[in-house]
């Protein structure tokens, strides 16, 4: 079984400075690895996604994040905020070509971006 | 992407009373979708996985007969909370994925219930 574990409930950063939002996993098989972002009383949009490959993914917004294998790591970063990227953030993974194919979420962090 | 599209986006519903939330694929066909259950400032809770065609899978903990999963064709599932209490209230999110690929998530529907 697959967990995914945010530390950070939530991450206070001003304007135009870097961001980093942890995220840590565990898995007893190969895996795939998704960021994605919630506005209030919305669904969720995918950020960027690791599925193979180059361990450094870019995605949307500027974001990126880095796959650390040997330290079950995916951790999404950005150089510079906006007040704009205020909303919360989850890290989900999904087993490698299983069945179901279902996403296991963190518990989120909320990115407050401050003028 | 492709679109996911969860209606309705809000309900509000007297308490004992069934509430049907639909969540269609609009230009994929999805054999599998997913729906998740969202408490305030809380992640997404999976509920259960709608097959087409078959039974949905609930996760452990869901009342099967609480929460009502039909996958009647590749495009459209729906989740009916029967009988619904004031403690169903919650942000319900449906998603669909293929095979290989990132899931794509409607809307969400807020549900209240009074």
């Known amino acids: 079984a697959q967990s995914v574990t945010q530390l950070d409930s939530q991450v206070p950063v001003f304007e135009e400075a870097p961001v980093e939002l942890r995220c840590n996993y565990s898995?007893?098989?190969?895996?795939?690895l998704f960021w994605y972002v919630q506005y209030p009383n919305q669904g969720l949009q995918l950020l960027l996604k690791?599925?193979?490959?180059?361990?450094l993914v870019k995605g949307i917004n500027g974001f990126e994040a880095e796959f650390n294998k040997s330290q079950t790591s995916f951790h999404l970063r950005k150089p510079s905020v906006h007040i704009s990227d205020t909303a919360e953030y989850f890290c989900?993974?999904?087993?490698?070509?299983?069945?179901?194919?279902?996403?296991?979420f963190g518990t989120g962090t909320l990115l407050a971006v401050q003028p | 992407g492709a679109v996911v599209s969860q209606h309705p986006s809000r309900v509000i519903c007297k308490s004992g009373t069934s509430v049907k939330i639909e969540c269609r694929s609009l230009?994929?066909?999805?054999?599998?979708m997913f729906w998740y259950r969202q408490f305030p400032k809380q992640s997404l809770m999976l509920m259960a996985t709608?097959?087409?065609?078959?039974?949905?899978?609930?996760e452990q903990g869901v009342e099967k007969d609480k929460f009502l999963i039909n996958h009647a064709s590749l495009t459209l599932s729906t989740l009916t909370v029967t009988s619904a209490h004031p403690e169903d209230s919650s942000f319900y999110i449906c998603?669909?994925?293929?095979?290989?690929?990132?899931?794509?998530f409607g809307q969400g529907t807020r549900l209240t219930v009074v």
């Open positions: 998603s669909a994925r293929e095979p290989l690929t990132e899931a794509f």
């Open positions: 898995s007893s098989v190969s895996v795939y």
């Open positions: 690791y599925l193979s490959g180059s361990t």
């Open positions: 989900a993974v999904s087993d490698y070509g299983g069945a179901t194919n279902k996403l296991i």
């Open positions: 230009d994929f066909q999805a054999t599998t």
């Open positions: 709608s097959n087409e065609g078959s039974k949905a899978t609930y």
